[in-house]
């Protein structure tokens, strides 16, 4: 207030001077505004502005509404805009479940490779991965669900499953062939003798996740897009 500015006016600085000499004759003062505390962030001011989304909105895809109205902002020289909290740890999360796929598919065809003692027939069933993950990607479509944190956990664990119909498949054609088998009847006959167990395993794994993909309690829908995605996957 005025008297407060008044006595920081008449403040004397003593120091090591002898002379007393009021901070008016050295300072000029002015009433105005200013913020109540200063945040730095590795001694950079900013200042944040926070909002709340709703239920029926996506994090993510709102944050990047945003980030479009807010490029076209002209700012100062120095000022800049980051967008940080959830969205920020979604990106994150994201980016490690990336790598993790990627290292996943990779260690998956190592292993395979050190199995079949071949590269290429490891090679041929990691084509199954793609038609999978396409799969995934139609369901997540078809359900309403956006592709998220625990829907990309739902295609690491397809990357897994996936190549168990490839593994039965190729290696029954590769046993055929050393039988003396030619190629084009090694697979055909491989096609209708591995047909059953191949349809017998993804269906107990589609039936098993069928309650998960439709269920409508709390509980149950934070894990319904892994469901989703893996049921998708493997019906396609």
Not at 8 to 35: N, R, Y
Not at 167 to 185: A, F
Not at 192 to 219: D, E
Request: hydrophobic letters at 50%; charged letters at 15%; one cysteine or more.
């Amino acid at each position: 207030d005025t008297g407060d500015a008044k006595d920081i006016e008449d403040t004397e600085d003593t120091g090591d001077t002898v002379k007393e000499i009021p901070l008016t004759e050295i300072a000029t003062f002015e009433a105005g505004s200013s913020l109540n505390a200063v945040s730095r962030d590795s001694q950079t001011r900013y200042i944040s502005v926070t909002a709340g989304v709703d239920d029926t909105h996506n994090v993510t895809l709102v944050a990047n509404a945003l980030m479009k109205e807010l490029n076209k902002i002209d700012l100062p020289e120095g000022y800049s805009i980051e967008m940080t909290g959830e969205d920020e740890m979604i990106a994150d999360a994201m980016q490690q479940l990336y790598l993790m796929l990627i290292l996943a598919v990779v260690f998956i065809y190592l292993i395979m490779v050190a199995q079949f003692q071949s590269f290429l027939s490891p090679f041929i069933i990691m084509f199954t991965i793609p038609l999978a993950f396409t799969g995934g990607l139609f369901a997540l479509f078809f359900t309403g669900n956006e592709i998220s944190v625990v829907a990309m956990i739902g295609f690491v664990m397809l990357a897994r499953i996936i190549v168990n119909n490839g593994i039965v498949m190729v290696d029954y054609i590769n046993q055929q062939r050393l039988s003396g088998m030619e190629r084009r009847e090694a697979i055909i006959d491989a096609g209708v003798t591995r047909l059953r167990p191949i349809l017998m395993t993804s269906l107990t794994t589609i039936l098993g996740l069928i309650v998960t993909a439709t269920a409508k309690n709390a509980g149950t829908a934070l894990m319904q897009p892994i469901a989703v995605v893996c049921i998708g996957g493997l019906l396609y």
